[in-house]
């Protein structure tokens, strides 16, 4: 008997981390179940009764058990997770699609480039990058959120600026009162006299459409490598298996083929993003 | 493998005796239209019948329907645990599938079985099924199989072919399966004559001739760069000026896949997941998170079904997600021949 792709497996939330006004992340009980992922890997998520919609874990590929999903309120199925307290159950899928190949990441300048919710599984990447640091020359997060208080993971971008070979760079769209930091949408972070060996650094992006469109001209213009920009391709999905033609990008099918996508191999397609 | 006459006289007997031991789906009328239906006690076994309908052109639904329903349950969690949808293991037949459907299952085949995850149902639904399909001696004007390459005869996919001729039918046994449902089943299949099989020979190249005089104009070899290229918004715009976005070219489709998952709840305990027919000329079904949608207009949708079946399916698989059955354009209301844009493109 093949395994039935559509059925998903139970997993009770145990924790409910307040992000934003706007983002939470679902700590996820994975109930004993045979599960685990690569970064860059996506799940498909079930809130009971309502639907289904595709996150990426924002947690350390290598810790099982347990996953933990960043999740934004845009609709009707993240409207009705936001309303589930700690102990409610939800039904997961997964993973699929291609992790990233971080092995050709090694002895390398990494590049992340987050917008947003965007940094959810790019922290995912950054921790399993962080399990051998060592291996990467040196690796530059440059994050960007509305407001300040828009910003995700506040708590752990200040301590990962302490790890040696990280640098991390905040902005914000608009500042408030005690905002100290830059003013600006997160492009403005490449201006950075330190990103001066571009054509042989890897850019990792994950963001709303518009700054994906936007990031990856302005990383064109620096020098980097199309083979180099990995892009985080947001489309509708359902299936997850390559089936359904829902994610359809070009010749690709996010699902199966992305959800990551590099520049170079997209870079024919229309209107990609 | 071999070939067989069978007199139009024996014919009933042998379907009965199909009947006995498989679930028997073929081409019916209904007011003068063809429809794949189960034989049942109540739709007549007539030869006569049985002869015009097999002479007919494909049937006006989709063969895909008997292999994925228009709403399929296939899981769902009550109670934390799998709904577990139980499997129909009744072997069946189906009889008088043109080379345009078979063309359609071979691009399900794709889709769904030949990835790396399988669709357990439709795998099920394949390895009940035995096909016997038949030629297409009178392709009408709604037909276009020629310009994609494929013939007015089965090629694909069968287990036995059966072609009307003078006085019976032909059979060819494809499979195994299919030799031993005509050397098992009934004693009055007798070896085919070189006269029955040169008759199959003058009916193809009839029916090729046809189909020639109905589809002049050839599609250009590079129709999918011809497709990618066709980036000006006003050609699809003005070619789905006359659609009235009932969306039933997609749906009777025989090779359009696409599909939703659909969850319904079941009281407070859970829900249950139900795979059911979609089309990318939904406004929704591109539509991401927040409301942001890639093919906002409908004359992007309109284009998307033309990028779908002509170049990415193509450039995947090398031939394309169209047999050119005509079935959607003998439902579109708007009178939109798609054989027409392919030639324009
Ligand atoms: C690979 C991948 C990874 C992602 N990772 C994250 C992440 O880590 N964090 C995060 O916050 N977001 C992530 N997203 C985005 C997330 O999937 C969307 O925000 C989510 O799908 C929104 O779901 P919703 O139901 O709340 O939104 P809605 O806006 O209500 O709808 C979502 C989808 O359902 C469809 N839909 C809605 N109503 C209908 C209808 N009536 N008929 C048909 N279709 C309908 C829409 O077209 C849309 O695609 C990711 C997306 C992808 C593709
Ligand atoms: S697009 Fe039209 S002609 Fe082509 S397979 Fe579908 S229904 Fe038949
Ligand atoms: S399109 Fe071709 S295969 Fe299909 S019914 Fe017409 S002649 Fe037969
Ligand atoms: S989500 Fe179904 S094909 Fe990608």
Redesign the interface.
Known sequence: MIKNPFQPIPAKIIDIIEETPNIRTFVLDLLGADFSFDAGQFVSLTVPGVGEAPFTPSSAPYVKDTIEMTIMKVGKVTSKLFELPIGAFVGIRGPFGKRYPIEKFEGKEVLILGGGVGLAPLRSLFLALCANLEKYKKIFIKYGARTPKDIVYKKQLSEWKNLKGVEVQLTVDNADKGWRGKVGVVTILLDDPKLNNTSEMIAVVCGPPIMMKFGTIKLLEKGFQGQNIYLSMEKNMSCGIGQCGHCRCGQYFVCKDGPVLTWEQIKDIEDPF | MALYFLSRYHLTGWLRKLKEKYQVILPQYYEAKLYYEKLNGENVLSEENFYHALRKIRPANPLKEFFFTPKLK????VE?K?VLVPFDDTPRIIIGVKNCDLHGLRVHEK??LA??????FH?HERSRTIIISADCPEPEETCFCNLLDLKPYPEIISDIIITPITGGYLFESISRVGEDLIINTDHNFRAATQENIAERAAIRSYALEKLQKINQKSLSVELSEHIKHK?EHEFWQTHALSCVECFGCLLICPTC??????????N?K??E?Y?IW?A?YYNA????????N?RAEFGQRFR?RFH?KFM?FY??HKFYACSGCGRCFAVCMGKIDIRKILVEV
């Open positions: 296939v899981g769902g969690l934390n799998a889709m769904y990835a790396e995850y399988q669709d357990p795998k980036t896949f696409c599909f939703l998952l659909y969850d319904v709840p079941i407070d859970g829900f997941r795979k979609d990318c079904y591109a539509r991401v998170g927040g409301g942001a890639p998307n779908c990415n450039w995947e």
